[in-house]
């Protein structure tokens, strides 16, 4: 319940500060003119959009299972984390066309000084609380928490990218110089956008856990299923922040159902210490179905 707590409270808090940083954005635009700050204004446009959608996904993910979704809502993150992917391949494809009409009319910026300090700001922001958001996720399995921090680690590199060209363009007074840098930004951001899709489609996929995790998954059923003969099929899915386990349990065919039960209540719960956020089906089978494969115990 905490962590639950405190990732709505980050998810609120990431709304507020990517509406600031968008402020400041817009400003160096304003100031300068410059169609690679104009670009990150855009993708700052994008962070915010991507804040709203992370904060309604993880207040849907809470919700507990219903009759309608027994399984839960736990999917509702990586639906928002291919909705933050599709949002920044469309602010990708704007910038570039900014960028077209601006190297087809160029123009140098104003206010370089002004400007410059402006966006350095907000990028400073942006690095501090990228940190914080990828630093939750992972610790709360937030699909679309981490998805939000990392894209704004792109747009951190983006700006940094565009503050160092502005430099060139001030002292080269190549004014196309400032278009190619918006374009090289919405390269930057449509490889971001894929990679964020990417990964939620593997989530949505029903992807198995790391092979880290599925052998502690094995080792804790190998020294927790005394008495039963052997467990084989072993499965493993993520949803969200949710983990679930499902495998068969041979035991003896003259063990009662008492005695059965006792065995996969001791597993499941040696399973729920060692992985947290987990859902467990375990499928007892009398001896005559063994494999002779899997996890052997006896």
Request: hydrophobic share 55%.
């Amino acid at each position: 319940m905490a962590i639950t707590n405190k990732t709505l409270a980050i998810a609120a808090i990431s709304l507020g500060v990517g509406l600031v940083v968008l402020g400041l954005k817009t400003l160096a635009w304003w100031l300068t003119g410059s169609v690679a700050l104009y670009s990150d204004a855009l993708e700052s446009i994008v962070n915010v959009v991507t804040a709203i959608v992370a904060l309604l996904a993880v207040r849907l993910a809470q919700r507990p299972a219903d009759a309608a979704l027994p399984y839960g809502y736990h999917k509702a993150e990586y639906f928002s984390a291919v909705i933050v992917g599709v949002m920044i391949i469309i602010a990708a494809i704007l910038i570039m066309r900014e960028a077209v009409l601006g190297f087809m009319n160029p123009q140098m910026p104003d206010a370089p000084v002004q400007g410059m300090a402006v966006s350095i700001a907000a990028t400073a922001i942006n690095v501090v609380w990228a940190q914080v958001l990828i630093r939750h996720g992972r610790k709360a399995r937030s699909p679309a928490m981490e998805a939000d921090g990392k894209h704004l680690m792109t747009d951190v590199v983006s700006t940094i990218g565009v503050l160092a060209g502005l430099a060139l363009v001030y002292l080269t007074g190549f004014a196309q110089l400032d278009s190619v840098l918006a374009a090289l930004v919405a390269l930057n951001i449509l490889w971001s956008g894929w990679g964020v899709i990417r990964e939620s489609v593997g989530g949505l996929m029903d992807v198995a856990v790391p092979a880290e995790t599925q052998k502690t998954i094995r080792d804790v059923i190998a020294v927790n299923a005394d008495g039963a003969i052997e467990a084989h099929d072993i499965r493993t899915r993520q949803a969200g922040k949710l983990i679930f386990i499902d495998f068969h349990l041979v035991v003896p065919g003259a063990m009662s159902v008492d005695n059965a039960h006792t065995i996969c209540d001791r597993i499941e719960a040696k399973l729920r210490e060692a992985v947290k956020d987990v859902q467990i089906t375990i499928h007892v089978e009398p001896e005559e179905k063994a494999k002779h494969s899997g996890i052997v115990v006896l």
